[in-house]
């Protein structure tokens, strides 16, 4: 059975695994290795926020980012959408702030109970933290104001008071990065806005007044740190502000990922190798440059962002996505050069059909949206999501889907339809159609969205607002690896999780 209406197009090849989401934009990415996933904070650039009086989308301003974006996978390449936590502004966590830039996550066990931190900027005036009993929240203000401001010491003359980066240290201390900017252009070689401190055991408090870090070359902003080797790696985004000769001297290029090393978390620090150039050389589109070092399954990786997303959209407005790549490390396990790519990092394990599987978990994606889905979800912004926002041609996808020998026999999915509760309590029916005047349907296609599919779910068009488990069969088992589509016609409802039957 062939499919009957246009397949829409994701803004990346099916091939590529960069960005590392389409639905919307992360940008300042910071990634938190827990209990076998790795979890992604990411400033949300929200397009929707930044629009001129014809509803034209305007430049990026960051002035109205309030929202941080989370992520979570298991092998680098599905990545699962648990939404935007509401971190500041009006409906914010921490409603005494403007903005929620540059995050950055850590977890710790306090009284035999893991707890979860996340730090972000208030613009470039202070850090904020959160905390969470869940690596996706809810989350919430623990001291009801910044954890550092203008008024902590020797931070009045940092310029830029932002851009958290988090140590968790193998003897159970915990160390915070922030700091950058200019203060004048006389000082751009030595700006001396970075800074350490040293967080209190609840890691909500700091240990001490922060403390400069020195010889920091060209400081532009991107704080970074990490232990490699026994090794302490800061790292940094060099300023805009140097010469083609200071270039030469110093060995790295304006706008690149820089690191320092020392044998303790707050210094001294040496100058060490540029890890990462500016977006621009890889793929033509600079602007800021923003990364996160991390270790997974035994292997280094970096995070970053770009603007292919916005690229591909034709917007070009300095709106960012994330990408990971693998991080090289030199014969001294000190992180060296790295790329960014469009194909991104291999996948680190084969992906299980059989667990039930949120659908919202995703390796690429074209014409759809995730949702907030219950109550929590809803209030806090971050939590359980729903594929909604579906019609005929849209799809998502998971990659490298191992079936196994013996095979698939069907699939088990949880749909619901888009019926508003009425005032008598009662779910209204949803008007799911296709355009056809036929059922909606969900069209497993193996390795292509345009493949003829493997089977199909029938949904029917009096599905409620309540989840609802459909089930469809396969006439031929399906066997061995695969890259999944899930193909939808027709509109009306949305899609929450899914699960392949024996």
């Not at 969470?132 to 809810?138: E, H």
Request: hydrophobic share 35%.
């Amino acid at each position: 059975m062939s499919l009957n209406f246009s397949i829409e197009k994701s803004y990346k090849p099916l091939s590529d695994h960069n960005p590392v989401m389409v639905q919307r934009f992360g940008a300042d990415p910071y990634a938190m290795v827990y209990n076998g996933r790795v979890y992604v904070y990411m400033t949300l650039d929200d397009p929707s926020q930044e629009l001129g009086e014809n509803g034209e989308v305007k430049e990026n301003s960051y002035s109205k980012i309030d929202k941080i974006s989370v992520i979570s996978s298991d092998d680098l390449v599905n990545w699962t959408d648990h939404g935007t936590v509401y971190a500041a502004g009006d409906t914010g966590a921490a409603n005494w702030g403007k903005n929620s830039w540059a995050p950055a996550a850590a977890w710790k066990n306090i009284d035999g109970k893991d707890r979860f931190f996340l730090y972000f900027a208030n613009s470039g005036n202070g850090i904020a933290v959160l905390s969470a009993d869940s690596p996706v929240g809810p989350f919430t203000d623990p001291i009801n104001g910044p954890l550092i401001s203008r008024d902590t010491p020797t931070c009045a003359e940092v310029t830029w008071l932002f851009d958290p980066a988090v140590l968790m240290d193998d003897d159970g201390n915990s160390y915070i990065y922030f700091g950058g900017g200019v203060p004048s252009e006389d000082k751009a070689s030595d700006p001396g806005t970075a800074r350490v401190a040293k967080l209190g055991a609840d890691m909500i408090s700091l240990e001490g007044d922060p403390k400069p870090i020195e010889n920091v070359s060209y400081l532009f902003e991107d704080s970074g740190i990490n232990k490699i080797g026994g090794r302490y790696f800061y790292s940094y985004c060099s300023n805009f502000s140097m010469s083609k000769e200071a270039e030469k001297e110093k060995g790295f290029e304006q706008g690149e990922i820089v690191t320092m090393v020392s044998d303790d978390p707050m210094g001294p620090f040496s100058e060490a190798a540029p890890v990462l150039k500016n977006p621009g050389h890889f793929f033509g589109l600079g602007g800021n440059n923003h990364h996160c070092m991390f270790e997974f399954g035994g292997k280094y990786y970096i995070a970053y962002h770009s603007r292919i997303l916005e690229e591909s959209m034709g917007l070009l407005k300095g709106y960012r996505c994330t990408g990971i790549d693998s991080l090289e490390l030199d014969q001294g396990s000190a992180p060296s050069k790295s790329l960014m790519t469009r194909k991104g990092p291999e996948q680190v394990k084969a992906f299980d059909p059989y667990e039930e599987t949120r659908a919202v978990t995703m390796s690429n994606a074209a014409g759809i949206t995730a949702s907030q889905f219950g109550e929590t979800a809803q209030k806090y912004g971050s939590g359980d999501m729903i594929v909604t926002g579906i019609h005929s041609g849209s799809w998502v996808s998971v990659s490298g889907a191992d079936f196994g020998e013996a095979g698939a026999k069907g699939i088990e999915v949880y749909v619901r339809g888009l019926g508003a509760d009425d005032s008598t309590g009662k779910a209204e029916q949803s008007r799911s159609t296709a355009e056809n005047g036929g059922p909606c349907k969900i069209h497993i296609c193996l390795d292509s969205p345009k493949a003829e599919p493997a089977g199909s779910v029938v949904i029917d068009s009096g599905i409620t607002k309540e989840l609802t488990k459909v089930t469809g069969s396969f006439d031929k088992a399906v066997t061995g690896k695969h890259d999944v589509y899930f193909v939808f016609e027709g509109e009306g409802f949305e899609f929450y999780s899914w699960k392949f039957l024996s």
